[in-house]
């Protein structure tokens, strides 16, 4: 039920300008709050308050996020929301909505979590409601004056944020903005330099623990800083995935750059032997400095090459940065299902086309004893 409300709810919500009605008996609180959405103030002139206990904030707040049409019917005091999946009415004084999807349908009440009201003209929801029909969380701290709204999965950001989701450490003009949040997926982001903005059409998830990294350095040796986009895309038992981009600020260029899995699959062979009881992984690694490695797993035969298989596997966990103006890429190496005994370490060169693998090593865990041969 709550996702049925949450698509044509999220419309009726975006309540807007109405004129005055005999429901307009609500008095705001002595010290009028603020609205921020998102990181940004919006509407100083439609200030959430307190009714009875409860927090209510302005309906048209959800224009920053939702496209949709309002039309003010001041014969019946309804506000009606379309969109292009459905029409929702919304009556002041009222604690349901009515919602249709077709243009025959005589539509269905959804309960809200407390009476629409009308103040000053403008229509005001719960917070809660907010909350339930969007996925949103609103804040209000206790003795604060600022009520904060963040948009949950269910929403669609239609407008740039102030806030930008991450700054470069070296740089504080170099700032990465999301474009369009749509649902739980960023689709878009906007990059500003030193004042010039660039839009890049980069789809990931939104995942507030683990927001975008951005750095400014000369990581292709060209002598002009690029500014590197590290985002994350997904984390879990033994995994952790992550995207890199790097752009030429000056031309809006984004250079290619080979995924540090794929890379490290295209530069390192592994086997793995046993050797009476130990367990031998052997790696051949085919960097800029090529190097031969043998790791020996003590008192481990007796597992097998059941378990252990006969090949390493490379890039469940991947991990990018930048550091003394070098793209690398921490990638793990594993045995067995998810047993870890090492990382493969890469450092990122210029290429012909974009960034290509330079160096490549391996760094083993405290597991076994490595021998290194050049």
């Known amino acids: 039920m709550k996702k049925l409300i949450a698509a044509s709810a999220l ?14 008996t609500v008095h705001s609180a002595p010290a009028p709050l603020s609205l921020v959405v998102d990181g940004q103030a919006v509407l100083p002139h439609a200030a959430p308050f307190h009714s009875g206990g409860t927090l209510y904030v302005p309906a048209r707040t959800l224009l920053e996020f939702y496209p949709m049409q309002l039309q003010w ?26 919602v249709s999807y077709t243009q025959t349908d005589g539509g269905s009440n959804e309960t809200l979590d407390a009476p629409v009201l009308l103040k000053a003209g ?25 009520v904060t709204v963040t948009p949950g999965d269910l929403s669609t950001t239609v407008r740039v944020p102030t806030e930008p989701l991450a700054v470069a450490g ?4 170099v700032k990465l903005y999301a474009a369009l949040k749509d649902g739980n997926t960023y689709k878009g982001f906007i990059l500003e330099v030193n004042g010039k903005k660039q839009r890049f059409n980069w789809t990931v998830p939104r995942d507030y623990s683990h927001p975008p990294q951005l750095y400014y ?9 690029e500014a590197t986009v590290v985002f994350t895309l997904g984390t879990g038992t033994s995994l952790v995935a992550q995207e890199v981009h790097v752009v030429k600020p000056e031309q809006g ?16 062979s592994s086997s793995i032997t046993l050797d009476q009881k130990d367990v031998l992984l052997k790696l051949e690694l085919q960097g800029t400095v090529p190097s031969k490695v043998t790791l020996r797993l003590p008192d481990r035969a007796e597992d097998g090459l059941k378990y252990f298989g006969s090949t390493a596997a490379i890039g469940a966990v991947t991990y990018y940065s930048v550091e003394n103006n070098k793209l690398l890429a921490d990638t793990s190496l594993m045995v067995g299902m998810t047993e870890s005994v090492g990382t493969l370490k ?3 060169k210029a290429g012909k086309t974009g960034m290509e693998l330079g160096a490549i090593a391996f760094e083993p865990d405290d597991r076994g004893e490595a021998i290194v041969e050049k």
Do not use: C, H
Not at 14 to 22: E, I, N, R, T, V
Not at 75 to 80: A, D, G, P
Not at 217 to 225: L, M, N, Q
């Open 253 to 268: 260029k984004e250079l290619s750059v080979p995924a540090a899995d794929v890379a490290a699959r295209a530069a390192v």
């Open 170 to 173: 070296t740089n504080s003009k």
């Open 122 to 146: 403008r229509v005001y929801i719960a917070a809660a409601t907010l909350d339930s029909l969007t996925g949103a969380v609103t804040e209000l701290k206790p003795g604060g004056s600022r």
């Open 73 to 98: 019917n001041n014969t019946l005091k309804q506000l009606t929301l379309f969109t292009s999946w459905d029409k929702t009415i919304l009556t002041p004084g009222s604690a349901s909505m009515k």
């Open 217 to 225: 350095a000369d990581v292709d040796s060209d002598g002009k800083p």
């Open 346 to 348: 890469l450092e990122y």
């Open 11 to 24: 419309a009726l919500l975006l309540a807007g300008a109405a004129a005055a009605s005999p429901i307009d």
